[in-house]
């Protein structure tokens, strides 16, 4: 980097701090010098350039106020954003700390972004039928937690969560209630549990593919992503990673999995729990899809198969009533359920009280059961008449696609040559969107693949949403062949 900076650095006319701080800052806004790099001390580069240090540090300064350097006492000076558009009063990208920027990926924000714009189709949110929430017992659940205990709605309430959730849920769940802690959202959860158990540089083996939003919290916790392939499963694999990588955790989603629509048959299962048991590895259990079979139950799931108490189960409200909620839950050991909270309470210090007494209303009334079996046959409807569409509007040998039991999604492999990235621009421009592969793999892998949520357009919309993508699958074909 040194010498291209020398290479370039020619002696012109014009006062030469200005000339270094245009260089700099061309080499920053190219990705020459991209965000963590480290520049040459200021004397190195003074040296190397023929200048007066001055001029380095006048130039360094500069590029600092602007929010493109960044000096830290000791350790020197980095990069550490792009230049911001002309005019911007405030350089605030350069105040953004090192560790926030190191893994800001935002696809799981375009994710939500794509669901709640009105001009697109969203096949890519996971998204249960909302239109089947069933909102008059919620209307009354929440008329009568505030008319017979406003208090508890508008309190504090503790970290942990709603007595009562707790009990309803320890109850419907056969969990101890004191390993119960509510979470806003399980997405939560995972960023918990990645703050409360992963070093920086620890393994965490996952499902590959694998959830996306578990992928970026065990990342920016520093994690060390090994993939165990969820579609294989095949436990030698598995015993091989643990004994090379000797990870901190495991982490499946293993009934109904986002993105594959996999589950992990009995056999697979008590296996797992015993080489976990072996070599003492926790597992954290996601079993946000677990209620959603569309006819017959999964096989048990690794908590109740657990005899050693190293499963942690995850679970949320998003899922099987609506993401709205904001309402999810763990069941774990209690001195996790104890760090945890103290995470929490850091930047959470509860979910909102009126949601949980609701909820766990809906839960003891027997409301939130019967809601459980209207959706699984409205997803099984969706899901059939989704992969009817498919077969009326791909063209044929274009996609293949499993036929999932349950969840909320199809996954689908593109015929080779076709790119899920360069199809989801084009299926963006004509109004339809879904998530690419390459989101779901914690490696470079994953463009042949595309998930499908079949449960997130009204049945009403499904067949144009599915020929607007068979439109754009048949031009993508007809430009690889042109
Ligand atoms: C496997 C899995 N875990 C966790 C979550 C996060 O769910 P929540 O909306 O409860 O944060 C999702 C959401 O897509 C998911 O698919």
């Known amino acids: 980097m040194l010498s291209s900076i020398e290479r370039q650095f020619v002696r012109t006319q014009r006062p ?79 105040k953004i700390a090192a560790a926030a920027l190191r893994w800001s990926d935002s696809t799981l924000r375009d994710i939500v972004r794509h669901s709640s714009d009105a001009r697109l189709l969203s096949l890519a949110a996971g998204e249960p039928a909302i239109d089947k929430f069933p909102n008059e017992a919620f209307q009354d659940a929440v008329a009568h937690v505030l008319r017979t205990d406003p208090a508890a709605a508008w309190r504090h309430g503790p970290t942990e969560g709603q007595p009562a959730l707790r009990d309803a849920i320890a109850e419907r769940y056969a969990v101890p209630r004191d390993s119960v802690l509510i979470l806003s959202g399980a997405q939560q959860g995972l960023d918990l549990l990645a703050r409360c158990l992963i070093d920086p540089g620890d393994a ?147 979910t909102p009280n009126l949601v949980q007494l609701a909820i766990g209303r809906l839960i003891r009334q027997g409301a939130f059961d019967a809601h459980l079996r209207t959706i699984r046959l409205e997803h099984a409807k969706r899901c059939a008449q989704m992969i009817g569409a498919i077969q009326r509007h791909v063209p044929r040998g274009a996609l293949r696609l499993g036929r999932p039991s349950g969840g909320l999604y199809l996954w689908c492999r593109l015929a080779p040559g076709l790119s899920a990235n360069a199809l989801l621009d084009r299926a963006l421009a004509s109004g339809v969107a879904f998530v690419a592969g390459t989101a779901f793999y914690p490696d470079p892998a994953g463009d042949s693949d595309l998930r499908l949520c079949f449960t997130s357009v009204l049945p009403s919309q499904m067949e144009e949403s599915i020929r607007k993508l068979g439109g754009c699958i048949a031009d993508a074909r007809l430009s690889q062949s042109a």
């Open 204 to 350: 965490v083996v996952m499902d590959r593919p694998g959830y996306l939003g578990a992928i970026q919290s065990f990342r920016a916790a520093g994690a060390k992503l090994v993939g165990w392939d969820v579609l294989r499963a095949d436990i030698d694999e598995l015993e091989d990673l643990l004994v090379r990588y000797r990870p901190k955790l495991i982490y499946t989603n293993p009934t109904f999995q986002n993105p594959t629509g996999a589950t992990l048959p009995i056999r697979t299962r008590r296996e797992l729990l015993m080489l976990a048991q072996r070599y003492r590895v926790p597992i954290v259990e996601d079993a946000t899809y677990r209620d959603l079979y569309f006819t017959d139950p999964p096989p048990p799931s690794l908590r109740e198969l657990d005899d050693h108490n190293l499963v942690i189960y995850l679970n949320s409200f998003s899922k099987v009533m609506a993401p709205g909620l904001r309402l999810g839950w763990i069941a774990a050991a209690p001195s996790i359920v104890d760090q945890i909270a103290i995470i929490k309470q850091r930047m959470d210090p509860h």
């Open 16 to 94: 030469l701090y200005g000339h270094l701080v245009a260089l700099l800052e061309a080499a920053i806004a190219k990705g020459d010098l991209p965000s963590g790099t480290r520049v040459p001390p200021e004397r190195t580069l003074a040296e190397r350039l023929r200048i007066s240090r001055t001029t380095v540090v006048s130039a360094y300064r500069e590029l600092e106020s602007r929010g493109l350097l960044r000096g830290y006492v000791g350790r020197g000076t980095f990069v550490c954003a792009a230049p911001e558009p002309e005019g911007t009063p405030f350089a605030w990208r350069g």
